[in-house]
């Protein structure tokens, strides 16, 4: 079992940048792999960025260039510095743990309750 806690949410204006924040309650493992998520209302949940133990990385093709996934084993947590925000990641993020570096939530088995991300003039 592990539980994951998101932070780092908040409103910021188009062009803007945030932080978000992702701390696990146990060690991060080598066989994990871990990923940011998101999701629009009345959306369906997409993936954003996810990163394995070498910390190889990929990325949606809407954040590419924008948002950088990393993580810090010692500290047990996983970052997604997010660039040059639109109106359009507006969302709810969520980071998950699971067993494959993929964009595709079936392939993660643990997830966070969400940080809220606001984008808006």
């Known amino acids: 079992q592990v539980q994951l806690v998101e932070s780092g949410g908040g409103s910021v204006q188009p062009g803007g940048s945030l932080r978000l924040s992702c701390a696990a309650s146990?060690?991060?493992?080598?066989?994990?792999?871990m990923g940011w998520f998101r999701q629009a209302p009345g959306k369906e949940r997409e993936g954003v960025a996810a990163?394995?133990?070498?910390?190889?990385?990929v990325y949606a093709d809407s954040v590419k260039g924008r948002f950088t996934i990393s993580k810090d084993n010692a500290k047990k947590t996983l970052y997604l510095q997010m660039n040059n925000l639109k109106p359009e990641d507006t969302a709810m993020y969520y980071c998950?743990?699971?067993?494959?570096?993929?964009?595709?939530?079936?392939?993660?088995?643990?997830w966070g309750q969400g940080t809220q991300v606001t984008v808006s003039s």
């Open positions: 998950a743990l699971g067993w494959a570096r993929s964009l595709m939530a079936s392939s993660y088995n643990y």
């Open positions: 146990r060690s991060i493992y080598s066989s994990d792999k």
């Open positions: 990163i394995d133990s070498d910390g190889k990385p």
